[in-house]
Protein backbone atom coordinates (compact mmCIF):
# COMPACT_ATOMS: atom_id res chain seq x y z
CA UNK A 1 0.00 0.00 0.00
CA UNK A 2 2.17 2.98 -1.19
CA UNK A 3 -1.30 5.45 -1.90
CA UNK A 4 -4.65 4.67 -0.73
CA UNK A 5 -6.52 7.68 -3.03
CA UNK A 6 -9.23 6.59 -4.77
CA UNK A 7 -7.38 5.06 -8.52
CA UNK A 8 -8.03 7.02 -11.39
CA UNK A 9 -8.00 5.96 -15.12
CA UNK A 10 -4.61 5.37 -16.95
CA UNK A 11 -5.80 6.78 -20.36
CA UNK A 12 -4.68 4.35 -22.60
CA UNK A 13 -3.96 7.12 -25.61
CA UNK A 14 -1.21 9.22 -23.70
CA UNK A 15 2.20 8.07 -24.02
CA UNK A 16 5.36 8.97 -21.99
CA UNK A 17 8.84 9.35 -23.18
CA UNK A 18 10.77 6.47 -21.37
CA UNK A 19 14.12 6.68 -23.30
CA UNK A 20 17.24 7.14 -20.80
CA UNK A 21 18.33 10.23 -22.34
CA UNK A 22 15.44 11.78 -21.62
CA UNK A 23 14.97 10.88 -18.28
CA UNK A 24 18.65 11.92 -17.39
CA UNK A 25 17.92 15.18 -19.04
CA UNK A 26 14.77 15.63 -16.79
CA UNK A 27 17.18 14.67 -13.18
CA UNK A 28 19.45 17.22 -14.05
CA UNK A 29 19.98 21.21 -13.93
CA UNK A 30 18.17 21.84 -10.61
CA UNK A 31 19.62 23.98 -8.04
CA UNK A 32 19.50 22.68 -4.75
CA UNK A 33 16.95 22.31 -3.00
CA UNK A 34 16.90 24.79 0.61
CA UNK A 35 17.62 23.31 3.55
CA UNK A 36 15.94 25.36 5.73
CA UNK A 37 13.70 23.83 8.55
CA UNK A 38 10.36 25.68 9.14
CA UNK A 39 9.60 26.59 12.62
CA UNK A 40 7.00 24.53 14.90
CA UNK A 41 3.58 25.89 14.26
CA UNK A 42 1.31 26.82 17.01
CA UNK A 43 -1.15 24.73 15.77
CA UNK A 44 1.32 21.85 16.27
CA UNK A 45 1.79 22.86 20.04
CA UNK A 46 -1.84 22.72 20.87
CA UNK A 47 -1.84 19.43 18.62
CA UNK A 48 0.74 17.81 21.14
CA UNK A 49 -1.73 18.71 24.24
CA UNK A 50 -4.40 17.05 22.45
CA UNK A 51 -2.63 14.06 21.70
CA UNK A 52 -1.59 13.69 25.46
CA UNK A 53 -5.31 13.48 25.92
CA UNK A 54 -5.95 10.55 23.88
CA UNK A 55 -2.98 9.16 24.87
CA UNK A 56 -3.89 8.89 28.23
CA UNK A 57 -7.56 7.73 27.71
CA UNK A 58 -5.88 4.28 25.88
CA UNK A 59 -2.67 3.22 27.26
CA UNK A 60 -1.01 0.16 25.60
CA UNK A 61 -2.57 0.50 22.84
CA UNK A 62 -1.71 1.79 19.16
CA UNK A 63 -4.46 4.69 17.49
CA UNK A 64 -4.28 4.84 13.60
CA UNK A 65 -5.92 8.24 12.56
CA UNK A 66 -5.73 8.69 8.62
CA UNK A 67 -5.98 11.85 7.14
CA UNK A 68 -8.02 10.22 3.56
CA UNK A 69 -6.81 10.28 0.88
CA UNK A 70 -8.22 12.37 -2.92
CA UNK A 71 -11.91 11.72 -3.87
CA UNK A 72 -12.63 11.82 -7.93
CA UNK A 73 -14.97 13.75 -8.92
CA UNK A 74 -14.69 13.06 -12.54
CA UNK A 75 -12.80 10.66 -14.33
CA UNK A 76 -9.09 11.84 -13.12
CA UNK A 77 -10.31 15.41 -11.72
CA UNK A 78 -10.40 15.19 -7.94
CA UNK A 79 -12.03 17.51 -5.27
CA UNK A 80 -10.05 19.65 -3.36
CA UNK A 81 -8.33 17.80 -0.39
CA UNK A 82 -9.50 18.20 3.46
CA UNK A 83 -8.24 16.26 5.89
CA UNK A 84 -10.64 14.55 8.23
CA UNK A 85 -11.40 16.63 11.48
CA UNK A 86 -10.11 14.09 13.63
CA UNK A 87 -6.28 14.05 11.74
CA UNK A 88 -6.74 17.65 11.74
CA UNK A 89 -7.43 18.38 15.50
CA UNK A 90 -4.33 15.64 16.08
CA UNK A 91 -1.94 17.25 13.77
CA UNK A 92 -2.24 21.26 13.86
CA UNK A 93 -2.64 20.48 9.76
CA UNK A 94 -5.03 22.35 7.89
CA UNK A 95 -6.30 23.47 4.65
CA UNK A 96 -5.21 20.85 1.61
CA UNK A 97 -2.87 18.38 4.03
CA UNK A 98 -2.05 15.76 3.46
CA UNK A 99 -3.29 13.34 1.51
CA UNK A 100 -2.92 9.46 2.40
CA UNK A 101 -1.46 10.78 5.49
CA UNK A 102 -1.52 8.88 8.68
CA UNK A 103 -1.35 9.80 12.22
CA UNK A 104 0.11 6.77 13.93
CA UNK A 105 0.43 6.89 18.13
CA UNK A 106 2.70 3.72 19.08
CA UNK A 107 2.53 3.07 22.90
CA UNK A 108 5.89 3.36 24.52
CA UNK A 109 7.30 0.30 26.32
CA UNK A 110 6.94 1.79 28.80
CA UNK A 111 3.31 1.41 28.88
CA UNK A 112 3.49 5.17 30.04
CA UNK A 113 2.42 7.55 27.20
CA UNK A 114 2.41 7.74 23.18
CA UNK A 115 5.31 8.18 20.73
CA UNK A 116 3.24 9.90 17.60
CA UNK A 117 4.40 9.43 14.21
CA UNK A 118 3.16 10.81 10.55
CA UNK A 119 3.62 8.25 8.19
CA UNK A 120 2.90 10.50 4.47
CA UNK A 121 4.59 10.85 1.11
CA UNK A 122 7.24 13.10 1.25
CA UNK A 123 8.65 15.09 -1.66
CA UNK A 124 10.09 13.16 -4.35
CA UNK A 125 13.46 13.25 -5.57
CA UNK A 126 14.53 14.63 -8.29
CA UNK A 127 15.69 11.61 -9.42
CA UNK A 128 12.41 9.78 -9.54
CA UNK A 129 9.69 9.47 -11.84
CA UNK A 130 6.96 10.96 -9.69
CA UNK A 131 8.96 14.59 -9.78
CA UNK A 132 7.98 15.22 -13.13
CA UNK A 133 5.38 11.90 -13.91
CA UNK A 134 2.77 12.25 -11.18
CA UNK A 135 0.22 14.03 -11.38
CA UNK A 136 -1.50 13.79 -8.34
CA UNK A 137 1.97 13.85 -6.46
CA UNK A 138 4.67 15.10 -7.95
CA UNK A 139 6.12 18.40 -7.59
CA UNK A 140 5.96 19.58 -11.47
CA UNK A 141 2.09 19.33 -10.93
CA UNK A 142 1.16 19.97 -7.72
CA UNK A 143 3.87 21.95 -6.93
CA UNK A 144 6.45 21.06 -3.86
CA UNK A 145 5.21 18.87 -0.66
CA UNK A 146 7.20 18.97 2.69
CA UNK A 147 10.20 16.21 3.56
CA UNK A 148 10.07 13.91 6.08
CA UNK A 149 12.44 16.12 7.78
CA UNK A 150 10.48 19.88 7.02
CA UNK A 151 7.00 18.07 8.50
CA UNK A 152 8.54 16.91 11.50
CA UNK A 153 10.09 20.25 11.95
CA UNK A 154 6.63 21.88 11.52
CA UNK A 155 4.93 19.15 13.57
CA UNK A 156 7.09 18.44 16.43
CA UNK A 157 6.71 14.29 15.85
CA UNK A 158 8.48 11.89 13.76
CA UNK A 159 7.44 11.16 10.71
CA UNK A 160 8.23 8.12 7.96
CA UNK A 161 7.52 7.51 4.31
CA UNK A 162 4.30 6.25 3.86
CA UNK A 163 5.72 2.78 2.37
CA UNK A 164 6.55 1.54 5.96
CA UNK A 165 3.11 1.80 7.49
CA UNK A 166 1.49 -1.74 7.03
CA UNK A 167 4.47 -3.33 9.13
CA UNK A 168 4.30 -0.18 11.58
CA UNK A 169 0.33 -0.74 11.75
CA UNK A 170 0.92 -5.21 11.79
CA UNK A 171 3.95 -4.67 14.26
CA UNK A 172 3.35 -6.33 17.50
CA UNK A 173 -0.45 -6.63 17.39
CA UNK A 174 -1.73 -10.27 18.50
CA UNK A 175 -3.64 -11.83 21.66
CA UNK A 176 -0.52 -11.74 23.84
CA UNK A 177 0.76 -8.42 22.32
CA UNK A 178 -0.77 -4.39 21.31
CA UNK A 179 -4.64 -3.67 20.13
CA UNK A 180 -4.78 -1.57 17.88
CA UNK A 181 -7.81 1.13 16.72
CA UNK A 182 -8.40 2.81 13.84
CA UNK A 183 -10.72 5.82 13.06
CA UNK A 184 -12.34 3.78 10.44
CA UNK A 185 -14.45 6.75 8.77
CA UNK A 186 -11.81 8.49 7.57
CA UNK A 187 -9.73 5.85 4.72
CA UNK A 188 -11.55 3.24 3.57
CA UNK A 189 -8.11 1.81 3.02
CA UNK A 190 -6.25 2.27 5.91
CA UNK A 191 -9.25 0.67 8.11
CA UNK A 192 -9.04 -2.22 5.75
CA UNK A 193 -5.78 -2.81 6.21
CA UNK A 194 -5.93 -2.74 10.04
CA UNK A 195 -9.10 -5.20 9.85
CA UNK A 196 -6.44 -7.54 8.22
CA UNK A 197 -3.91 -7.43 10.50
CA UNK A 198 -6.41 -7.84 13.48
CA UNK A 199 -7.98 -10.87 11.81
CA UNK A 200 -4.41 -12.14 11.03
CA UNK A 201 -3.48 -12.13 14.56
CA UNK A 202 -6.44 -13.51 16.16
CA UNK A 203 -7.17 -10.11 18.06
CA UNK A 204 -10.35 -10.13 18.41
CA UNK A 205 -13.42 -10.86 16.37
CA UNK A 206 -15.09 -8.09 13.83
CA UNK A 207 -18.03 -6.76 16.09
CA UNK A 208 -15.51 -6.42 18.80
CA UNK A 209 -12.95 -4.10 16.71
CA UNK A 210 -15.48 -2.41 15.34
CA UNK A 211 -17.13 -1.74 19.18
CA UNK A 212 -13.10 -0.55 19.55
CA UNK A 213 -13.41 1.90 16.62
CA UNK A 214 -15.92 3.68 17.20
CA UNK A 215 -15.17 4.03 20.91
CA UNK A 216 -12.16 6.25 19.48
CA UNK A 217 -14.62 7.73 17.24
CA UNK A 218 -16.72 8.76 20.43
CA UNK A 219 -13.24 10.22 21.90
CA UNK A 220 -12.23 11.73 19.45
CA UNK A 221 -15.60 13.75 19.07
CA UNK A 222 -16.35 14.20 22.85
CA UNK A 223 -12.53 15.68 23.10
CA UNK A 224 -13.70 18.31 20.96
CA UNK A 225 -16.40 19.51 22.46
CA UNK A 226 -14.90 22.36 25.00
CA UNK A 227 -12.21 24.11 23.15
CA UNK A 228 -8.64 25.54 23.60
CA UNK A 229 -8.07 28.95 23.93
CA UNK A 230 -6.36 29.01 20.01
CA UNK A 231 -8.87 27.08 18.51
CA UNK A 232 -11.78 29.61 20.32
CA UNK A 233 -8.75 32.37 18.66
CA UNK A 234 -9.61 30.87 15.49
CA UNK A 235 -13.66 30.57 15.51
CA UNK A 236 -13.30 34.42 16.39
CA UNK A 237 -11.02 34.65 13.28
CA UNK A 238 -13.85 32.88 11.57
CA UNK A 239 -16.52 34.66 12.30
CA UNK A 240 -14.51 38.00 11.64
CA UNK A 241 -14.25 36.85 8.15
CA UNK A 242 -17.43 36.21 7.66
CA UNK A 243 -18.84 38.89 8.91
CA UNK A 244 -16.63 41.07 6.05
CA UNK A 245 -18.11 38.67 3.40
CA UNK A 246 -21.92 39.10 4.98
CA UNK A 247 -21.12 42.74 4.31
CA UNK A 248 -20.27 42.28 0.73
CA UNK A 249 -23.17 40.19 0.10
CA UNK A 250 -25.60 43.44 1.11
CA UNK A 251 -23.51 45.53 -0.65
CA UNK A 252 -24.03 43.38 -3.76
CA UNK A 253 -28.27 42.79 -3.19
CA UNK A 254 -28.70 45.36 -6.52
CA UNK A 255 -26.60 43.74 -8.66
CA UNK A 256 -27.97 40.34 -7.58
CA UNK A 257 -31.39 41.98 -8.37
CA UNK A 258 -30.52 43.50 -11.85
CA UNK A 259 -28.51 40.64 -13.16
CA UNK A 260 -31.08 37.74 -12.55
CA UNK A 261 -29.73 34.52 -11.11
CA UNK A 262 -29.20 36.35 -7.97
CA UNK A 263 -28.91 33.17 -6.00
CA UNK A 264 -25.81 32.40 -8.02
CA UNK A 265 -24.41 35.87 -7.39
CA UNK A 266 -24.74 36.20 -3.57
CA UNK A 267 -23.61 32.76 -3.32
CA UNK A 268 -20.38 33.47 -5.43
CA UNK A 269 -19.75 37.35 -3.91
CA UNK A 270 -19.75 34.82 -0.31
CA UNK A 271 -17.15 32.55 -2.04
CA UNK A 272 -15.09 35.08 -3.01
CA UNK A 273 -14.42 36.38 0.66
CA UNK A 274 -14.35 33.31 2.13
CA UNK A 275 -11.45 32.09 -0.05
CA UNK A 276 -9.78 35.41 0.25
CA UNK A 277 -9.87 35.44 3.80
CA UNK A 278 -9.85 31.68 4.86
CA UNK A 279 -9.84 28.30 3.55
CA UNK A 280 -13.17 28.63 1.65
CA UNK A 281 -16.79 27.72 2.84
CA UNK A 282 -16.55 25.82 5.49
CA UNK A 283 -19.73 23.75 4.18
CA UNK A 284 -22.22 24.69 0.91
CA UNK A 285 -23.75 28.16 1.48
CA UNK A 286 -27.31 28.25 1.63
CA UNK A 287 -28.16 31.59 -0.16
CA UNK A 288 -32.31 31.22 -0.40
CA UNK A 289 -34.57 34.12 -1.65
CA UNK A 290 -38.48 34.28 -1.14
CA UNK A 291 -39.91 30.43 -0.99
CA UNK A 292 -36.38 29.26 -1.31
CA UNK A 293 -35.71 30.07 2.15
CA UNK A 294 -38.45 27.97 3.81
CA UNK A 295 -35.82 24.98 2.93
CA UNK A 296 -33.83 24.39 5.54
CA UNK A 297 -30.47 23.17 3.14
CA UNK A 298 -30.96 25.16 0.62
CA UNK A 299 -27.89 24.86 -1.58
CA UNK A 300 -29.02 24.63 -5.18
CA UNK A 301 -28.78 28.33 -5.09
CA UNK A 302 -30.30 28.51 -8.60
CA UNK A 303 -32.98 30.99 -8.07
CA UNK A 304 -33.95 34.40 -9.05
CA UNK A 305 -33.28 37.38 -6.10
CA UNK A 306 -36.27 40.24 -5.40
CA UNK A 307 -37.31 43.10 -4.87
CA UNK A 308 -40.04 42.69 -2.14
CA UNK A 309 -38.48 39.22 -1.18
CA UNK A 310 -36.63 38.02 1.95
CA UNK A 311 -33.10 36.48 1.40
CA UNK A 312 -32.10 33.83 3.90
CA UNK A 313 -27.72 33.60 3.90
CA UNK A 314 -26.53 30.54 5.76
CA UNK A 315 -23.12 30.79 5.10
CA UNK A 316 -19.67 29.92 6.88
CA UNK A 317 -15.91 31.06 6.44
CA UNK A 318 -13.64 28.08 7.32
CA UNK A 319 -10.12 29.40 8.42
CA UNK A 320 -6.92 28.08 7.12
CA UNK A 321 -6.65 25.93 9.81
CA UNK A 322 -10.52 24.21 9.15
CA UNK A 323 -12.37 25.67 11.84
CA UNK A 324 -16.04 27.49 10.47
CA UNK A 325 -18.54 29.98 11.24
CA UNK A 326 -21.97 29.16 10.61
CA UNK A 327 -24.24 32.21 10.72
CA UNK A 328 -27.84 32.91 8.85
CA UNK A 329 -28.81 36.65 8.33
CA UNK A 330 -32.82 37.09 6.76
CA UNK A 331 -32.75 40.47 4.93
CA UNK A 332 -35.15 42.43 3.28
CA UNK A 333 -33.78 42.76 -0.19
CA UNK A 334 -35.62 45.88 -0.72
CA UNK A 335 -34.04 47.34 2.94
CA UNK A 336 -37.57 47.09 4.10
CA UNK A 337 -39.54 44.56 5.77
CA UNK A 338 -43.19 44.09 4.85
CA UNK A 339 -45.59 43.87 8.22
CA UNK A 340 -45.82 40.14 8.17
CA UNK A 341 -42.12 39.63 7.31
CA UNK A 342 -41.35 41.92 10.27
CA UNK A 343 -44.27 39.74 12.46
CA UNK A 344 -42.41 36.06 11.67
CA UNK A 345 -38.80 37.91 11.97
CA UNK A 346 -39.66 39.32 15.71
CA UNK A 347 -40.76 35.80 16.46
CA UNK A 348 -37.73 34.22 15.55
CA UNK A 349 -35.59 37.09 17.28
CA UNK A 350 -37.26 36.93 20.41
CA UNK A 351 -36.68 33.54 20.06
CA UNK A 352 -33.06 33.47 19.32
CA UNK A 353 -32.86 36.14 22.76
CA UNK A 354 -34.15 33.17 24.85
CA UNK A 355 -31.80 30.81 23.19
CA UNK A 356 -28.90 33.31 23.50
CA UNK A 357 -30.13 33.83 27.61
CA UNK A 358 -29.91 30.03 28.07
CA UNK A 359 -26.09 29.66 26.88
CA UNK A 360 -24.10 29.52 29.83
CA UNK A 361 -21.68 27.34 32.29
CA UNK A 362 -24.28 24.82 33.85
CA UNK A 363 -27.40 25.30 31.90
CA UNK A 364 -27.62 21.73 29.82
CA UNK A 365 -27.09 22.35 25.80
CA UNK A 366 -30.56 21.31 25.99
CA UNK A 367 -31.83 24.25 27.54
CA UNK A 368 -30.64 26.27 24.80
CA UNK A 369 -33.26 24.87 22.26
CA UNK A 370 -36.18 24.35 24.95
CA UNK A 371 -35.98 28.18 25.79
CA UNK A 372 -36.29 28.83 22.20
CA UNK A 373 -38.73 26.47 21.18
CA UNK A 374 -41.11 28.05 23.66
CA UNK A 375 -41.10 30.99 22.26
CA UNK A 376 -41.71 29.85 18.71
CA UNK A 377 -44.48 27.88 19.83
CA UNK A 378 -46.03 30.33 21.71
CA UNK A 379 -46.07 32.68 18.86
CA UNK A 380 -47.84 29.90 16.86
CA UNK A 381 -50.32 29.16 19.10
CA UNK A 382 -51.33 32.50 19.71
CA UNK A 383 -51.24 33.39 15.44
CA UNK A 384 -53.67 29.98 15.81
CA UNK A 385 -51.54 27.91 14.00
CA UNK A 386 -51.46 24.74 16.17
CA UNK A 387 -54.50 21.98 16.00
CA UNK A 388 -57.55 23.21 18.15
CA UNK A 389 -57.28 23.17 21.58
CA UNK A 390 -53.65 22.24 21.88
CA UNK A 391 -52.28 24.29 24.35
CA UNK A 392 -48.91 25.27 24.99
CA UNK A 393 -47.80 22.63 27.62
CA UNK A 394 -49.42 20.11 24.72
CA UNK A 395 -47.09 20.98 21.66
CA UNK A 396 -44.19 21.37 24.00
CA UNK A 397 -44.82 17.43 25.49
CA UNK A 398 -41.79 15.73 23.75
CA UNK A 399 -43.93 12.42 23.10
CA UNK A 400 -47.55 13.67 22.30
CA UNK A 401 -46.91 17.01 21.01
CA UNK A 402 -44.79 18.83 19.05
CA UNK A 403 -47.48 19.97 16.32
CA UNK A 404 -44.73 23.49 16.38
CA UNK A 405 -42.08 21.11 14.33
CA UNK A 406 -44.38 21.57 10.86
CA UNK A 407 -42.63 25.43 11.07
CA UNK A 408 -39.73 24.51 13.06
CA UNK A 409 -38.06 21.16 12.66
CA UNK A 410 -34.88 21.46 12.91
CA UNK A 411 -32.88 22.09 16.58
CA UNK A 412 -31.86 24.99 18.00
CA UNK A 413 -28.43 24.73 18.47
CA UNK A 414 -25.24 22.72 17.46
CA UNK A 415 -21.44 22.67 18.40
CA UNK A 416 -20.00 24.42 15.98
CA UNK A 417 -15.67 23.75 14.92
CA UNK A 418 -13.30 22.00 12.55
CA UNK A 419 -17.07 20.67 11.17
CA UNK A 420 -19.66 22.40 10.52
CA UNK A 421 -21.65 20.15 13.08
CA UNK A 422 -18.84 19.58 15.29
CA UNK A 423 -18.09 16.58 17.82
CA UNK A 424 -20.67 14.54 16.14
CA UNK A 425 -20.28 11.63 17.79
CA UNK A 426 -20.23 12.36 20.94
CA UNK A 427 -23.00 10.52 22.82
CA UNK A 428 -26.03 12.01 23.86
CA UNK A 429 -24.96 12.28 27.44
CA UNK A 430 -22.13 14.28 26.73
CA UNK A 431 -23.71 16.26 23.97
CA UNK A 432 -27.53 16.88 24.22
CA UNK A 433 -27.89 16.45 27.69
CA UNK A 434 -24.17 17.15 28.61
CA UNK A 435 -23.70 20.35 30.75
CA UNK A 436 -22.74 23.72 28.97
CA UNK A 437 -19.05 24.04 30.22
CA UNK A 438 -16.32 27.16 29.18
CA UNK A 439 -14.63 26.36 25.85
CA UNK A 440 -17.70 25.14 24.13
CA UNK A 441 -18.46 27.35 20.99
CA UNK A 442 -22.37 26.52 19.80
CA UNK A 443 -24.87 27.86 17.21
CA UNK A 444 -28.46 29.37 18.67
CA UNK A 445 -30.47 29.63 15.14
CA UNK A 446 -34.14 29.31 15.88
CA UNK A 447 -36.25 29.63 12.82
CA UNK A 448 -39.78 29.89 11.09
CA UNK A 449 -40.32 28.56 7.69
CA UNK A 450 -44.03 28.90 6.29
CA UNK A 451 -43.52 27.03 2.54
CA UNK A 452 -45.93 28.88 0.00
CA UNK A 453 -48.20 25.51 -0.60
CA UNK A 454 -49.29 25.43 3.31
CA UNK A 455 -52.46 25.56 3.23
CA UNK A 456 -52.50 25.63 7.11
CA UNK A 457 -50.69 29.58 7.46
CA UNK A 458 -52.61 32.76 6.24
CA UNK A 459 -52.02 33.33 2.95
CA UNK A 460 -49.76 36.69 4.01
CA UNK A 461 -47.63 33.96 5.55
CA UNK A 462 -46.76 31.34 2.94
CA UNK A 463 -43.23 31.51 0.93
CA UNK A 464 -41.90 33.32 4.09
CA UNK A 465 -38.55 31.51 5.45
CA UNK A 466 -36.68 33.12 8.45
CA UNK A 467 -33.90 31.61 10.56
CA UNK A 468 -31.40 34.04 12.44
CA UNK A 469 -27.88 32.19 13.68
CA UNK A 470 -25.25 32.98 15.65
CA UNK A 471 -21.87 31.63 16.97
CA UNK A 472 -21.30 31.78 20.80
CA UNK A 473 -18.49 30.59 23.27
CA UNK A 474 -19.94 29.76 26.41
CA UNK A 475 -17.36 31.88 28.81
CA UNK A 476 -16.77 31.03 32.94
CA UNK A 477 -20.40 33.13 33.49
CA UNK A 478 -22.16 33.37 30.75
CA UNK A 479 -21.64 33.36 26.61
CA UNK A 480 -19.82 35.65 24.63
CA UNK A 481 -21.53 35.99 20.93
CA UNK A 482 -18.37 35.99 18.29
CA UNK A 483 -20.86 37.45 15.75
CA UNK A 484 -22.32 39.94 17.86
CA UNK A 485 -20.98 42.40 14.96
CA UNK A 486 -23.23 41.81 12.56
CA UNK A 487 -27.20 43.65 12.88
CA UNK A 488 -29.80 41.20 13.87
CA UNK A 489 -32.90 43.61 14.96
CA UNK A 490 -35.04 44.95 12.51
CA UNK A 491 -33.89 48.40 12.28
CA UNK A 492 -30.44 47.85 12.47
CA UNK A 493 -31.05 45.01 9.76
CA UNK A 494 -33.05 47.45 7.50
CA UNK A 495 -30.28 50.35 7.82
CA UNK A 496 -28.03 47.85 6.83
CA UNK A 497 -29.33 46.67 3.48
CA UNK A 498 -30.27 50.33 2.78
CA UNK A 499 -26.75 51.70 3.79
CA UNK A 500 -25.20 48.84 0.97
CA UNK A 501 -23.88 46.50 3.62
CA UNK A 502 -21.79 49.55 5.90
CA UNK A 503 -23.21 48.50 9.66
CA UNK A 504 -23.89 51.54 11.68
N1 LIG B 1 -25.62 25.68 8.08
C1 LIG B 1 -26.22 24.52 8.60
C2 LIG B 1 -26.71 24.77 9.95
O1 LIG B 1 -27.01 25.89 10.29
O2 LIG B 1 -26.72 23.91 10.77
MN1 LIG C 1 -25.99 25.88 12.19
MN1 LIG D 1 -26.20 27.61 9.45
Not at 65 to 87: C, M
Not at 140 to 169: I, K, N, Y
Amino acid sequence: MSRVSEKQHQPEHRNRPTGEAFMAFMRAGWAPRSGELPELTEAARYAAARREELSATYPGERLVVPAGGLKIRSNDTDYVFRPHSAFAHLTGLGADREPDAVLVLDPLPSGEGHEATLYFLPLADRDSEEFFADSRSGEFWVGSRPTLASASAELGLSTRHLSELPDAVAKDVGPSGLAVRVVRDADREVAATVDRVREQSGLSSAEQAQEADLALARTLSTMRLVKDDWEVEQMQEAVDATATAFDAVVEQLPEAVRRGRGERWVEGVFGLHARHAGNGVGYDSICAAGDHATTLHWIRNTGEVKDGDLLLLDAGVETDALYTADVTRTVPVSGRFTDPQRRVYEAVLEAQEAGLAAVRPGNRFKDVHAAAIEVIARHLLEWGLLPEDVTLEQTLDAEEGQFHRRWMVHGTSHHLGLDVHDCAQALREDYVEGELREGMVLTVEPGLYFKSDDLLVPEELRGIGVRIEDDVVVTADGARNLSAMLPRTVPEVEAWVRGGGRRG
